[in-house]
């Protein structure tokens, strides 16, 4: 293995912010544009993958050593990771996910998948080295092996889990031995992401959808499922919950949290007690619209959890979509979840050094799979904040929604913490209701929403929202698919 940049670093230096820059489009065989995955910081080393570049970088002090993923096959590579495969234990990051080694476009400018692997590299920062410890493609023209998504360290037995869900062939959960480079499957329902919990490591079923939970136990692997009734019964607002592609989990007060487009859901798997099964908090729940958690991670931070709703996190076929937020940054921690920041097309990684906060965020999506670009599409970076941000006020927020695709389901799940003024602008095209849930994330949670009634008539109706608590999410009475809604919080 070669570096691509040789430098001689002082393993004393922590890494220098000043460091980070901004990655304008570059060399990407892919669908639009990657972003910047797997931010970690371990033991001095500053780790994050430059996706669809395929370059994995390395940072100590002001010294900084990219990866070109040589190990798996030739060059040009694309990939990477876009799921945040990534974990640190002792003395080692261990990333994952999906390498073109070499990318091939034809010359009708279509991506072919032969030499697409997944993978599992190892980083020793003592030896200051990478290898690579597990790859595997099928070498099919349009199919592949499922993707590391997640990757998870088991202390018990030096092992790594990992999560595959996005392809075709090879899905599920699988244990993956550092010393010998030997994957085990436990698990054939794919699952895309994963966290610890309790005594198991805990994954979706579903593939990219949230359909239900799958535990495993972390000394003897035993796996045990549970579905997830996706009926009002679960939600606390009382509406259904649609198919729905998962971001990430984490777990905070004893209960496993999985953050899904529309939402969250929130409990305890492990217990049979009726007040810690499974509930559905709608989050930025914006039918005809992509906000969603997809491809954020989730960063245990402060005794509570932080994640991104990304605006456009992928348009997974989609031409053209609507925007109607600015992507956020959110802390959990019941029961409430509070805005944090408010940023451009989407948010990719997160994670911490001392005092401050680092985001990644790109200004492209991943596009179809028709539009293969030669280029990466988009301007990526790593913006630093301070971390005391998670205990200021939000930043105002205005959203703008078309109600075409509401109908009289459910949508919104606002959250309203730290905000003194909140109001909503409806241009109705009929004389109309609009229904109100107010509700929050405590443990054990209420038993239902708190419900208000506002009227609307034809024209523009203003509504005052600032008696409304907690979080908040709507339904109109009748359709009205011409009807625009403003909503603005300061």
Not at 79 to 99: E, K, L, Q, S
Not at 104 to 125: A, R
Not at 359 to 380: E, I, Q
Request: aromatic share 10%; glycine share 10%; proline share 6%.
């Amino acid at each position: 293995m070669v570096w691509v940049i040789e430098k001689t670093w002082a393993r004393s230096c922590a890494p220098r912010l000043k460091s980070l820059w901004r990655f304008t489009p570059g060399l990407g065989p892919e669908w639009g544009s990657g972003g910047i995955f797997g931010l970690r910081y371990h033991k001095g080393v500053l780790y994050f993958n430059l996706a669809f570049e395929a370059r994995a970088h390395f940072i100590r002090g002001d010294d900084v050593k990219v990866y070109d993923y040589s190990l798996i096959g030739p060059s040009p590579a694309s990939g990477g990771d876009t799921y945040n495969a990534v974990c640190a234990a002792d003395d080692r990051i261990y990333f994952g996910g999906w390498v073109h080694a070499p990318a091939v476009i034809s010359k009708d400018g279509v991506l072919h998948f032969h030499n697409k692997y997944s993978h599992v590299h190892c980083y020793d920062l003592n030896d200051d080295k990478v290898s690579l410890l597990w790859k595997e493609g099928i070498g099919h023209k349009m199919e592949w092996a499922g993707e590391v998504s997640e990757v998870i360290y088991n202390a018990l037995n030096q092992e790594l889990l990992l999560a595959r869900a996005d392809g075709h062939k090879n899905l599920g959960i699988f244990n993956l031995s550092p010393s010998n480079g030997q994957a085990k499957q436990l698990s054939e329902a794919p699952g895309l992401h994963g966290t610890l919990f309790m005594d198991h490591a805990v994954f979706n079923t579903g593939g990219v959808f949230m359909d239900g939970i799958q535990m495993i136990g972390l000394s003897d692997y035993a796996v045990k499922k549970t579905g997830l009734d996706l009926s009002g019964g679960i939600s606390l607002d009382g509406g259904p919950v649609a198919a729905t592609f998962v971001g990430s989990m984490s777990s905070t007060a004893g209960r496993l949290f999985s953050f899904v487009r529309g939402g969250l859901f929130f409990g305890d798997p492990l217990s049979s007690a009726e007040e810690d099964r499974m509930r559905f908090v709608r989050l930025f729940d914006f039918p005809g619209y992509q906000c969603s958690p997809y491809r954020a991670n989730s960063l245990p931070i402060g005794g509570g959890i932080m994640t991104a709703y990304s605006s456009l996190p992928d348009l997974l076929g989609y031409e053209h979509q609507p925007i109607a937020m600015p992507s956020l940054l959110v802390y959990v921690t019941p029961p409430s979840i509070r805005v944090i920041g408010a940023f451009g097309c989407r948010i990719t990684s997160l994670e911490t050094i001392s005092s401050d906060l680092l985001v990644a965020a790109n200004t492209m999506p991943n596009v179809s799979n028709y539009r293969t670009t030669v280029l990466d599409t988009g301007h990526r970076d790593i913006m630093s904040m301070r971390l005391d941000v998670i205990n200021k006020r939000p930043p105002p927020l205005d959203l703008t929604l078309s109600a075409r695709e509401f109908g009289t389901s459910h949508w919104g799940g606002i959250p309203l913490y730290g905000y003194r003024e909140a109001s909503m602008v409806v241009q109705s095209n009929r004389d109309n209701s609009i229904e109100s849930f107010e509700y929050d994330l405590s443990v054990p949670p209420a038993s239902a929403a708190w419900k208000e009634s506002f009227k609307l008539t034809r024209g523009r109706t203003k509504l005052d929202l600032s008696s409304l608590r907690g979080i908040v999410s709507f339904r109109l009475s009748r359709p009205d698919p011409l009807a625009r809604i403003s909503i603005r919080l300061a």
